[in-house]
């Protein structure tokens, strides 16, 4: 414990992001990157932000289909996960994050956002709802492990 894990919804267009305390007390969201907007490789914005934040971790949603096989995107994901494992010097971990985006809208729109508002807030709701799943179930096997 004690380290800040970073938590990467990675889509083809959009990457969420959230943070927690070093203590994981709490997670913030991070700002999303638009990958269209980027003046630089999603792996040096992605370093930027290990930097700035002093991150001991990162935890990346892979999004399994439902039956939990690995599809398209699944291995998409998990390609750039071995790629920005080798460009950054931070422990990397998996998340199944099945559903996590649907939750994040269902979120969204019960707390009366349109699609708008919806589309440009899902992907840091989902790294947000993906990092404190991370960090409950570590929380957990740590407990057990005692």
Do not use: C
């Amino acid at each position: 414990m004690d380290e800040r894990v970073l938590a990467i919804d990675y889509g083809e267009r959009r990457v969420g992001m959230a943070v927690s305390d070093p203590t994981y007390g709490y997670v913030r969201g991070l700002p999303t990157i638009d990958r269209r907007e980027l003046t630089s490789s999603l792996f040096e914005a992605i370093a930027d932000v290990v930097g700035q934040e002093e991150i001991g971790r990162i935890v990346i949603g892979i999004p399994y289909t439902l039956d939990g096989t690995e599809g398209k995107a699944a291995r998409q994901v998990r390609s750039f996960a071995g790629d920005l494992a080798n460009q950054i010097d931070v422990p990397i971990d998996e998340w199944d994050e099945r559903l996590t985006s649907e939750a994040a809208r269902r979120a969204l729109r019960e707390a009366g956002h349109d699609e708008r508002a919806i589309r440009t807030k899902v992907d840091q709701l989902s790294a947000v709802l993906m990092l404190e799943g991370y960090l409950r179930l570590r929380a957990h096997r740590e407990e057990a492990s005692e």
